[in-house]
């Protein structure tokens, strides 16, 4: 089978992806050892990742997010302090075995995802001495600044309009994109990239820190699906949709921060009913939702379970991303019920953790078998029901029930099936229930419910429709 980078915005929806940091996922020849130092590497490399493949595919995700893979200042185990553009990071491996663990997710029909961080480079110690160290911008001119005035410190600068775009995030050396060498080494870098070691898609870092004429042409380079992420830590309430909106004129898909932070209040203990009105009110607002990335969890953030002790909620979350509108973005880990705070501490290993018998691991095995099976991804999504317990949708006729971990009898109605249908859920064995005037009655135990009709054809129509459509044909040409 031949595999190409070439993969559009409209061939990713297909994929579900499962977020990992190369230094924590796994070491090489199984090693179990425990890490001293979160802050510090703790020895994952390419090599544990390709070895660990099956893990990976065992829950049905089919593409990776790897940490940006360049050589970087020392002690940088999360790849986000740039060195060299044209050197791999010693401590993930060699660029040859970067490219035998792209070929071996291929292999597998799993995509990879390259991390882009075109915004900055690293923090060397002197930078006015330390800055012809770098490749291949090692001039000041290289640079917006060289100093530690920091993007939060935005509030002093309201009259500059670009501050935001030139400012030394976290103390970094900004990167001159308005430089023509500088814009033009990115770009070439970019496509280097892709060709060399055949990524399929692109992840980009900073986003707002970038000035929106860079990332049109940026993305454009890249030929394939680029997402980007908005919003962390300073001057963008992250809630802002229309903020994070714009920026979906300048790539393929943006990641949904605001609906990052609505699960995280109605999974929790939220009713409900908050979440339908944000989608109600987002889908006004995004041109494309269906390229945005949306998760439960990542490594700039505290893991689900530290901020809300809510297991049963928590999976209900996890379900709701599998099959709501866009690409789910799953975070290592979560899969084994991580609960750590902070960075690092969210960036726990995952060396000898790897249970395959976890619920939660065989959970997300089934929901993304049945999200490829049925390809609810390219099917209509509708809102069905909603009360403060527990929100239903469906995606063509596949009908999701999800509630933030109350323990309820409920009564799902409008819906389209025929009566007497019968929906079993496919996460429970014994769980069936037949449709009566459009409608359904089942007792939700805290967990997650994919219902879907006994009989029903995997492309996700309904026989009954199809064949009215046949008689409605037949009678037209009598």
Avoid at 97 to 113: G, Q, Y
Avoid at 125 to 144: Q, W, Y
Avoid at 412 to 438: A, E, M, P, R, W
Avoid at 443 to 451: A, C, E, R, S
């Amino acid at each position: 089978m031949t595999f190409s980078a070439k993969h559009p915005k409209e061939e990713w929806i297909s994929r579900s992806v499962y977020q990992l940091l190369t230094d924590r996922f796994a070491k090489e020849d199984y090693d179990f050892k425990p890490c001293d130092n979160l802050g510090k590497y703790c020895g994952g490399t390419f090599n544990g990742i390709k070895e660990n493949l099956d893990y990976i595919a065992g829950m049905g995700f089919n593409a990776i997010w790897i940490s940006p893979p360049l050589k970087n200042k020392e002690g940088s185990y999360h790849g986000y302090h740039n060195v060299d553009l044209y050197q791999i990071n010693e401590h993930f491996g060699t660029a040859q075995e970067l490219k035998d663990l792209i070929k071996a997710c291929h292999n597998r029909d799993i995509w990879v995802i390259l991390d882009a961080v075109p915004n900055h480079m690293a923090d060397l110690s002197d930078l006015n001495k330390t800055i012809a160290e770098m490749n291949p911008f090692n001039k000041s001119e290289h640079f917006h600044n060289l100093t530690n005035d920091y993007c939060w410190n935005y509030t002093y600068h309201g009259s500059e309009p670009n501050y935001k775009e030139n400012c030394s995030l976290f103390g970094l050396p900004d990167l001159n994109q308005e430089n023509p060498f500088v814009r033009d080494e990115l770009i070439k870098w970019l496509k280097y990239m892709i060709k060399e070691y055949d990524f399929d898609g692109i992840r980009l870092a900073d986003v707002k820190n970038v000035p929106k004429w860079f990332w049109k042409d940026f993305t454009e380079a890249a030929d394939t699906y680029t997402l980007g992420i908005i919003g962390l830590n300073d001057d963008l309430p992250e809630e802002d949709i229309n903020f994070i909106a714009g920026y979906q004129e300048y790539m393929d898909g943006v990641g949904d921060y605001p609906l990052f932070d609505q699960i995280r209040k109605s999974f929790c203990k939220d009713s409900m009913i908050d979440l339908s009105k944000f989608i109600q009110d987002s889908e006004k607002i995004y041109t494309k939702k269906i390229y945005n990335g949306i998760w439960v969890g990542n490594h700039d953030k505290p893991r689900f379970l530290h901020e809300c002790n809510n297991r049963d909620g928590f999976r209900n979350a996890i379900i709701f991303i599998l099959f709501y509108k866009g690409i789910p973005i799953f975070y290592y880990g979560d899969e084994q019920y991580f609960d750590g705070g902070n960075d690092p501490n969210n960036r726990e290993i995952l060396f000898g953790s790897k249970d395959t018998n976890s619920d939660l691991y065989k959970m997300i095995k089934i929901a993304n078998t049945i999200r490829k099976k049925y390809k609810t991804y390219d099917l209509y999504f509708q809102e069905r029901d909603v009360t403060d317990g527990f929100y239903a949708f469906t995606r063509g006729e596949v009908l999701i029930i999800v509630t933030n971990g109350i323990k309820q009898q409920i009564n799902v109605q409008h819906l389209d099936y025929q009566d007497g249908d019968i929906l079993c859920n496919q996460l429970s064995s014994d769980d069936c229930v037949t449709v009566k005037n459009g409608e359904i009655y089942t007792n939700m135990n805290g967990m997650p419910k994919i219902y879907i009709r006994q009989g029903a054809t995997n492309n996700g129509k309904y026989m009954n429709f199809v064949l009215f459509n046949l008689f409605f044909l037949a009678f037209l040409f009598l």
